[in-house]
């Protein structure tokens, strides 16, 4: 009963705090992305980098500066990382290898952060604070940008303008996400989250026995990590580790910090559209699978007939620190998969076939509930156009949505976006049992052996990052095959949603009739949540009823 009550404070809490931050920061999201007046910071950076700060891009040119900054991103961390043992606070390090230093520079970049590697005994200082930390901010605000960049289209009219990618990126940076991850790096810090640079250190164990580890400027990192829901740990336990995650509070708090910006940026898409309803109807939509997903994933782990230890262990305890408990692993193991995050607190692996399942049902379902910072809301807008046309179909009238019109071509958009992930997922992970080498990295065999092939490929082809951790993917083939698959599952869909923008900003706005679908009501909301139910369900079944469903009825 006291587990019970404590899991639901920290829920109504987590609530509480979201609510309370829905409109001050989506509209300070709103005024950062608006605002025609230039700090004398951003004024520097913008002449520095020789920027036109007050000359807007078409979405063709948007594209072009989103990939350029990306593959410079990806070319310097992986320079950085294969020449760290030549860098200062490299702690004795070796170069990362070849292979699983284009897996991290691309996992870093795309804001996935999946890692094969153990961070405490693989990457020094400075290529921690450096080169993965100063990527958890850009790729991050690379997110928000296209989102931003997407709103415009459906805000502007007889232009193909959809703002200034190098304007927006330093606005997110320095405005929004330095100032909060400070502040919220004091705050982890507070609650005994490591902040130094400290090499190695002895520490004795509860047996008795020694262990070393490093120190290092983890708060500063876990800040960002949640905050711009990059995931990636300093440790290779990630949120789970004390150095990380040391208490009850300090977990909340992180939880916070994944959900808060996406679930704000509906506020900033109904600011900027001028009709706040409608943001209000796109934040509904995110809660209501949210709420539901907590629901399902909490309910296995607490009441799971698989083990009778569980039970006398008041849950599923396999794979789940004491300090933490069912509750908030499972309440943190869904925000992490419903956002773009990955960091986790509990090992995945080890949770039920139905927990585990949603699990991997949540990041199918393209983390938009509410999804990473920027790509949960271009991800879920995508959806509505597509919701809005299905509606049209039912009663015979064309599209619209936010006065647009829903054509040909926006339809094709839509379609080539909600198809790229499904085929990087489905296509990665048959190729990979196709193959007895990638088989034999399977830690277990059947169903779930399977299950862990599946997450891994819907982690890092929906920019998740998180793992079942039962599959030995530090191999040349895993981290080629999902660096790719990162790559591809980040910028082809940013690359239909920058050409959707553009193609509505060229549209005149349509005045709304007695026909319109209005879709800033509970109607929109139902139907909205209906159709990505049944899209991802109907993509995804099969998979799904050969690896944790089919588990699950063993």
């Given at each position: 009963?006291?587990?019970?009550?404590?899991?639901?404070?920290?829920i109504?809490?987590?609530?509480?705090?979201?609510?309370?931050?829905?409109?001050?920061?989506?509209?300070?999201l709103?005024?950062?992305?608006?605002?025609?007046?230039h700090?004398?910071?951003?004024?520097?950076?913008?002449?520095?980098?020789?920027?036109?700060?007050?000359?807007?891009?078409?979405w063709?040119?948007?594209?072009?500066?989103?990939?350029?900054?990306?593959?410079?991103?990806?070319?310097?961390?992986?320079?950085?990382?294969?020449?760290?043992?030549?860098?200062?606070?490299?702690?004795?390090?070796?170069?990362?290898?070849?292979?699983?230093?284009?897996?991290?520079?691309?996992?870093?970049?795309?804001?996935?952060?999946?890692?094969?590697?153990?961070?405490?005994?693989?990457?020094?200082?400075?290529?921690?604070?450096?080169?993965?930390?100063?990527?958890?901010?850009?790729?991050?605000?690379?997110?928000?940008?296209?989102?931003?960049?997407?709103?415009?289209?459906?805000?502007?009219?007889h232009?193909?303008?959809?703002?200034?990618?190098?304007?927006?990126?330093?606005?997110?940076?320095?405005?929004?996400?330095?100032?909060?991850?400070?502040?919220?790096?004091?705050?982890?810090?507070?609650?005994?989250?490591?902040?130094?640079?400290?090499?190695?250190?002895?520490?004795?164990?509860?047996?008795?026995?020694?262990?070393?580890?490093?120190?290092?400027?983890?708060?500063?990192q876990?800040?960002?990590?949640?905050?711009?829901?990059?995931g990636?740990?300093?440790?290779?336990?990630?949120?789970?580790h004390?150095?990380?995650?040391?208490?009850?509070?300090?977990?909340?708090?992180?939880?916070?910090?994944?959900?808060?910006?996406?679930?704000?940026?509906?506020?900033?898409?109904?600011?900027?559209?001028?009709?706040?309803?409608?943001?209000?109807?796109?934040?509904?939509?995110?809660?209501?699978?949210?709420?539901?997903?907590?629901?399902?994933?909490?309910?296995?782990?607490?009441h799971?007939?698989?083990?009778?230890?569980?039970?006398?262990?008041?849950?599923?305890?396999?794979?789940?620190?004491?300090?933490?408990?069912?509750?908030?692993?499972a309440?943190?193991?869904?925000?992490?998969t419903?956002?773009?995050?990955?960091?986790?607190?509990?090992?995945?692996?080890?949770?039920?076939?139905?927990?585990?399942?949603?699990?991997?049902?949540?990041?199918?379902?393209?983390?938009?509930?509410?999804?990473?910072?920027?790509?949960?809301?271009?991800?879920?807008?995508?959806?509505?156009?597509?919701?809005?046309?299905?509606?049209?179909?039912?009663?015979?009238?064309?599209?619209?949505?936010?006065?647009?019109?829903?054509?040909?071509?926006?339809?094709?958009?839509?379609?080539?976006?909600?198809?790229?992930?499904?085929?990087?997922?489905?296509?990665?992970?048959?190729?990979?049992?196709?193959?007895?080498?990638?088989?034999?990295?399977?830690?277990?065999?059947?169903?779930?052996?399977?299950?862990?092939?599946?997450?891994?490929?819907?982690?890092?082809?929906?920019?998740?990052?998180?793992?079942?951790?039962?599959?030995?993917?530090?191999?040349?083939?895993?981290?080629?095959?999902?660096?790719?698959?990162?790559?591809?599952?980040?910028?082809?869909?940013?690359?239909?949603?920058?050409?959707?923008?553009?193609?509505?900003?060229?549209?005149?706005?349509?005045?709304?009739?007695?026909?319109?679908?209005?879709?800033?009501?509970?109607?929109?909301?139902?139907?909205?949540?209906?159709?990505?139910?049944?899209?991802?369900?109907?993509?995804?079944?099969?998979?799904?009823?050969?690896?944790?469903?089919?588990?699950?009825?063993?």
């Amino acid at each position: 009963m006291d587990d019970t009550l404590a899991g639901w404070l920290q829920i109504l809490a987590l609530i509480g705090a979201l609510a309370l931050s829905f409109r001050p920061l989506g509209d300070g999201l709103a005024r950062c992305l608006t605002t025609t007046r230039h700090l004398r910071i951003e004024r520097a950076v913008f002449r520095a980098g020789g920027v036109s700060a007050d000359t807007d891009q078409s979405w063709a040119a948007y594209v072009r500066a989103v990939l350029a900054f990306s593959l410079v991103s990806v070319l310097f961390l992986y320079a950085f990382q294969r020449l760290q043992n030549h860098l200062l606070l490299s702690l004795g390090m070796k170069p990362v290898p070849p292979d699983q230093a284009f897996n991290t520079a691309a996992s870093f970049v795309t804001n996935t952060n999946w890692q094969s590697y153990a961070g405490e005994s693989t990457m020094g200082h400075l290529v921690q604070m450096a080169g993965l930390a100063v990527q958890n901010f850009v790729s991050a605000a690379v997110g928000i940008s296209v989102v931003a960049a997407l709103v415009r289209g459906f805000t502007r009219k007889h232009t193909d303008r959809v703002g200034n990618f190098w304007v927006d990126l330093t606005r997110i940076v320095l405005r929004v996400l330095l100032p909060l991850s400070f502040l919220f790096a004091l705050a982890l810090v507070a609650t005994g989250v490591v902040q130094n640079f400290h090499g190695l250190q002895t520490l004795t164990t509860i047996a008795g026995d020694h262990q070393s580890l490093p120190g290092g400027p983890v708060a500063s990192q876990e800040a960002i990590k949640e905050l711009g829901t990059n995931g990636g740990g300093f440790y290779n336990a990630n949120s789970a580790h004390p150095f990380e995650n040391p208490t009850p509070f300090s977990d909340l708090l992180e939880i916070y910090l994944m959900l808060v910006i996406p679930f704000a940026l509906p506020r900033t898409f109904g600011t900027m559209t001028g009709d706040r309803r409608q943001g209000y109807a796109i934040v509904a939509v995110m809660a209501l699978i949210w709420a539901g997903s907590v629901a399902v994933v909490t309910a296995n782990e607490l009441h799971s007939v698989s083990s009778s230890a569980g039970h006398a262990a008041g849950g599923m305890m396999e794979g789940k620190e004491q300090r933490f408990g069912v509750w908030a692993s499972a309440l943190f193991a869904v925000s992490t998969t419903l956002t773009s995050c990955g960091a986790v607190n509990a090992f995945h692996d080890s949770f039920t076939p139905g927990g585990g399942g949603m699990l991997i049902f949540d990041m199918m379902l393209g983390e938009i509930a509410p999804g990473g910072v920027g790509s949960g809301l271009y991800g879920i807008l995508v959806l509505a156009v597509v919701a809005v046309f299905v509606a049209g179909l039912m009663v015979g009238r064309t599209p619209e949505y936010l006065g647009k019109k829903l054509g040909s071509r926006e339809i094709k958009f839509a379609s080539l976006y909600i198809l790229t992930t499904p085929a990087l997922v489905l296509v990665g992970a048959a190729v990979a049992m196709a193959f007895p080498g990638e088989r034999a990295a399977m830690t277990n065999s059947g169903p779930h052996g399977f299950s862990e092939v599946l997450y891994a490929f819907t982690s890092a082809a929906n920019n998740n990052g998180s793992a079942f951790a039962g599959l030995q993917v530090n191999t040349v083939w895993y981290n080629t095959a999902l660096g790719l698959t990162m790559l591809l599952g980040r910028f082809l869909p940013m690359v239909f949603v920058l050409a959707l923008a553009g193609s509505l900003a060229r549209q005149r706005p349509v005045p709304v009739t007695a026909g319109t679908l209005p879709t800033h009501r509970p109607q929109f909301v139902g139907l909205l949540t209906g159709v990505i139910l049944i899209v991802v369900g109907l993509t995804y079944f099969p998979a799904l009823a050969l690896g944790p469903l089919a588990e699950g009825l063993h």
